[in-house]
């Protein structure tokens, strides 16, 4: 095997940190593979912070960034429940506008309770008793 080109392995050894950090900051990876002899890797991360936490990982392990490419996006609905918000408990007769009253004093935020937990709900109609919704 050529003594430039790396395996995936020697990448993931390498950048061990930087892959604890994506994990530790909720980035969701869709792509992590050697492509023209360099570590590639695409993600999502769910806050600004989130992904500035990443690039700080990778220059500390390789300023010159000279063997990986990173493209990470941000999608805010993807943040955690722990620090997006707290969680609502759904009782009979609820709907999303009547929970954004209770939350927010406007029952035309329901949309905010609906991108929060689109990994649970595929319409804001149809929301269950006894779903766990994070209000945010």
Known sequence: MDT???TLDQYK???ESLLSVTEQQQIHLQNLHVQDNKLFIRGVAPSVDA???FWDEL???NPRADDITADITVDTALA???SSGRTYKVKSGDTLSRISKEFYGDPNQYMKIFEANRDKLSNPDRIQVGQELVVP
Do not use: D, G, M
């Open 59 to 61: 220059k500390r392990i």
């Open 4 to 6: 430039t080109s790396h």
């Open 13 to 15: 050894q390498k950048y």
């Open 80 to 82: 955690p429940s722990a």
């Open 51 to 53: 992904k500035n936490r």
